[in-house]
């Protein structure tokens, strides 16, 4: 259990629930958090933003009153992402330190 707690990918996902969590309860009406500052959304809301309102809508406190279940998704695997980038570049700093 330790090991997952240092791992960024763990702690990524954590965020994103947290994020989406406040975005559901009303708290990011513009969905600053949960599109604005994430690249991937946002890239996503740019060029996709029929196929990712085409899900199954969930209501929420926002001034929309739904969003569909593809963002909170898309943030979830976006964070993930992150994370994995994070890992990769933690391994790649430590193999440099021993050598």
Do not use: C
């Amino acid at each position: 259990m330790k090991k997952l707690q240092k791992s960024f990918v763990f702690w990524g996902i954590v965020i994103s629930l947290i994020i989406i969590l406040l975005y559901h309860l009303g708290f990011d009406a513009n969905a600053s958090l949960l599109i604005g500052f994430n690249p991937i959304l946002l890239f996503l809301q740019r060029n996709f933003l029929d196929s990712m309102n085409s899900g199954y809508q969930i209501t929420n406190q926002t001034s929309n009153g739904s969003i569909s279940i593809y963002w909170y998704l898309a943030s979830v695997i976006s964070f993930m992402i992150y994370g994995l980038l994070l890992e990769v570049i933690r391994k790649m700093l430590r193999k440099n330190k021993a050598s």
